[in-house]
């Protein structure tokens, strides 16, 4: 019984006890609403000034959390053949994409075939981007012993082959509808005004794996072609989000730039410096609203590209924009040649000329030359 008792008793004390409402609890929380009402009624009379109304949130469509999921990889490589200057730009792009895989330089033969992609150049990129698990190529091609450079960007057919789906008569299905195992688009330049990292004048210096910012003109908003160009840049350029390679730095900016016809590409360091002395800061403020410049100093390299074809497929396909304006360098070369062959013509007439010229001249004898003999 004591034992009973004595739990009993501990229940007790260790059940909740009821907090009994009272009359003054009672007018405190009657008194809050008649004192808003007041409230309300004094601000009818001052002449219904209207509240203002709360700005909804914007929220962003793409969340991110953080981890790799652009598992985006860029095949760079180039063709046998290539001078020391191209090969100098392909080790610079090399170390400011970290997303790339290397490769040695690439020579197949013009009766290479690849099965459906076709034959070239073509098709042994993309059996070997297939191996490598790349989407995106980068290849370098040169011709006339390093005379003229061309520059290939472009998706591989691993790009369209991640998806999901079966394969049925050379063609992947997904959902009913068929893609295109061929990839694709890809975008032909001509590269010119070519420099490196290597040398003097470009002073910038960046970290190594740091994701860049990509600047556009605003012709790539605007014209039809380069919106498709733009997109290709991006992911080529563009470092994907918690890639292994990369560093969690934005300390660069990549331009690409439209003029003349041709897209000028450039890259900068952001420098930020700091004031040495408190007059400095003052005046930069002053001037700036910071006390800290912001400037670009040129890293490399820098290169030009003339867009000559834009493709539908990897390397091929069906064509998608064509550059009437494009002059192509052996053209360009038979015609300085063909000029200075007529130069060598009309120098040679002249002197043909000159000598038929002094044939004709015939001095008559003098009568009195011998006079004195």
């Not at 998806?163 to 010119?192: N, Q």
């Amino acid at each position: 019984m004591a034992k009973s008792r004595k739990r009993q008793r501990d229940l007790e004390e260790q059940a909740p006890t009821e907090q009994v409402d009272s009359p003054n609890d009672e007018s405190e929380d009657d008194d809050g609403p008649v004192i808003e009402d007041d409230d309300a009624t004094s601000s009818e009379d001052e002449g219904d000034a209207p509240k203002p109304t709360p700005q909804p949130v914007i929220q962003s469509s793409i969340k991110s959390d953080g981890r790799y999921n652009n598992k985006q990889r860029l095949l760079l490589l180039s063709s046998r053949g290539v001078t020391a200057r191209y090969r100098h730009l392909l080790e610079d792009l090399r170390t400011m994409i970290p997303h790339s895989k290397k490769e040695s330089k690439l020579d197949v033969g013009k009766n290479y075939s690849g099965g459906i992609t076709g034959g070239g150049y073509g098709a042994a990129v993309n059996e070997i981007a297939k191996v490598r698990g790349c989407h995106t190529v980068l290849f370098l091609e040169c011709r006339k012993r390093g005379q003229d450079g061309y520059m290939w960007l472009g998706r591989t057919s691993h790009a369209n082959s991640s998806f999901e789906g079966s394969w049925r008569g050379g063609r992947a299905t997904a959902g009913g509808k068929h893609l295109m195992i061929t990839g694709g688009p890809s975008v032909k330049f001509h590269i010119t005004n070519i420099h490196t990292m290597d040398e003097l004048k470009m002073t910038g210096n960046c970290m190594k794996g740091s994701r860049p910012v990509l600047s556009f003109d605003k012709s790539f908003d605007h014209i039809d072609h380069l919106k498709l160009i733009k997109h290709l840049f991006i992911d080529v350029f563009g470092t994907p989000r918690g890639h292994p390679k990369s560093k969690p730095f934005v300390d660069r900016v990549m331009a690409f730039y439209y003029a003349d016809g041709k897209i000028w590409v450039r890259n900068y360091q952001i420098l930020e410096e700091a004031a040495a002395t408190a007059k400095e800061a003052h005046s930069q403020k002053k001037m700036t609203g910071h006390s800290h410049s912001t400037s670009l100093i040129e890293i490399g390299p820098r290169f030009v590209l003339n867009p000559i074809r834009i493709f539908r497929g990897s390397f091929g396909g069906q064509t998608l924009y064509v550059n009437n304006e494009f002059v192509n360098p052996n053209v360009a070369r038979a015609m300085e040649k063909k000029t200075q062959g007529e130069k060598y013509v009309r120098r040679k007439g002249a002197q043909k000329k000159r000598k038929l010229k002094d044939e004709s001249i015939v001095v008559p004898l003098d009568p009195l030359a011998d006079v004195f003999k």
